[in-house]
């Protein structure tokens, strides 16, 4: 199940990047000491690997290069301000300077049909398949890397990673089918124009902060980190062996949920989203053996784009997402009606943002923190952004993977199905043990609609 390394490339942009500074936005500021988001694309390809590296891999390449051109700070790193003031800022040098994207090409031995497949599977052999952001240097990061991996006669696996405090999933995907597109262009299937998506829109200027929230936030980030709580005490075990596994919403059953909130929930407005994360909560609570005395605890992000006063063009390149914070009684979410419980709760904190999508922005950063110790489930990715319509001249993929969530624990994945009666498909990574049970409440609960 090794995989191998046969190339590592730079791939700069193709014309030359025109290059710049780019401030962080407050939205962007929370995510910069984090980490990427990682996702693998999984498509057949019946093909040798020699047939691989002479055929698709000079258009990969190519069309990487093409979209790095609008997606220009991809190709630079995330620096502290040289003003001294202790902000940071996106610079890239553009044009000749050397600078690129890492694209690794590898090989697997592994088994694609059981790794591109919905069942439990160690996240480690998926993560062989992401590729590694280059380390930091002088106080500086870079933001991007792609690999692809062939499994000679079975298919190929494309990774990409970003870190989060470049963009959020909708620029992340933009990124992605763009190169995509750029891809079918380079191998002579269809036009540019028809399968390239808009160039991204790069004025942050139109993010405004006149509470100078993105200082605020990066100050009380530094806070935290010289005033933390001492380290946790080591564990006295080997880690858990987390696996990760996918579980379909059907259309049909998200109907069936829909309805049964809307007979029950008291008039909430209930869409597949609501009751799909809903549903995925319901489940996690009832294999934690929780206190049913306690408060459950859901966390969100909700996309401001077209939320904003002006709205920005949905093309921006960066983070433009808000927290959403949803509380319930454990008891009440491990009841008969937890699911409807949820949902209404879920679609209570929806129609809040009708009050203001930026409304009380100033202390998000520090309601997050304070539910860390309470295990609250985070949603990653949503079914709007459709990962499953990535084709890079290989048709729809078969199987895509948002690996990271495994850094969070409590995070589960959403995307839209594959095909069009498949509905949601959710992500969970979770220990061994815990995933049966997660598997058999999942189960349980779509037989009982």
């Not at 630079?76 to 940071?88: E, K």
């Not at 093309?315 to 454990?330: I, S």
């Amino acid at each position: 199940m090794a995989t191998k390394v046969l190339d590592r490339l730079t791939v700069a942009a193709s014309p030359p990047a025109p290059g710049g500074v780019l401030p962080l936005t407050f939205f962007d500021v929370p995510w910069l000491f984090t980490g990427p988001v990682e996702r693998v694309f999984f498509y057949p390809y019946p093909h040798t690997v020699e047939h691989f590296t002479a055929s698709l891999l000079p258009s990969l390449v190519s069309s990487l290069s093409a979209a790095l051109h609008g997606f220009y700070p991809l190709l630079g790193r995330v620096r502290p301000c040289p003003d001294g003031g202790g902000g940071y800022e996106f610079c890239s040098a553009g044009g000749d300077a050397g600078e690129g994207v890492e694209l690794t090409v590898a090989e697997s031995s592994d088994d694609f049909d059981e790794l591109s497949g919905g069942g439990p599977r160690d996240v480690a052999r998926l993560y062989a398949l992401v590729p590694q952001l280059p380390k930091p240097e002088d106080g500086t990061f870079a933001l991007a890397a792609a690999q692809v991996t062939v499994f000679a006669g079975r298919g190929i696996a494309i990774g990409v990673s970003i870190h989060h405090v470049a963009c959020d999933d909708s620029s992340y995907m933009h990124f992605v089918k763009t190169w995509a597109g750029q891809c079918r262009v380079a191998a002579g299937e269809e036009s540019a124009d028809a399968a390239v998506p808009p160039p991204p829109f790069l004025d942050r200027s139109v993010v405004a902060d006149p509470e100078g929230l993105a200082a605020r936030t990066l100050d009380e980030m530094r806070q935290l980190a010289a005033n933390g709580p001492p380290p946790p005490p080591p564990p006295t075990g080997p880690p858990p062996k987390l696996v990760i596994a996918s579980f379909v919403l059907a259309r049909d059953r998200i109907d069936k949920l829909k309805q049964r909130v809307a007979a029950n929930g008291g008039g909430v407005h209930c869409s597949a989203f609501t009751v799909a994360c809903a549903f995925a909560w319901a489940c996690l609570a009832r294999i934690d053996g929780a206190d049913t005395e306690r408060r459950a605890h859901l966390l969100f992000s909700v996309e401001c784009r077209r939320r904003l006063a002006p709205p920005i063009a949905q093309e921006y390149l960066g983070n433009c997402l808000r927290p959403c914070f949803v509380e319930v009684g454990m008891g009440d979410l491990l009841s008969a009606d937890g699911v409807v419980v949820a949902a209404a709760a879920i679609g209570a904190s929806i129609r809040a943002l009708d009050d203001g999508v930026l409304a009380g922005a100033g202390g998000w950063f520090h309601k997050i923190l304070s539910l860390v110790p309470q295990r609250p489930m985070s949603v990653g990715g949503s079914p709007r952004y459709g990962v499953y319509d990535t084709d890079f001249g290989l048709g729809r993929p078969s199987k895509v993977e948002l690996v990271s969530i495994d850094k969070t624990p409590g995070t589960v994945s959403l995307a839209e199905g594959r095909d069009a009666q498949a509905g949601i498909e959710i992500g969970v990574v979770l220990p061994e043990a815990e995933m049966a049970r997660f598997s058999a409440c999942f189960s349980d609960g779509l037989e009982q609609l």
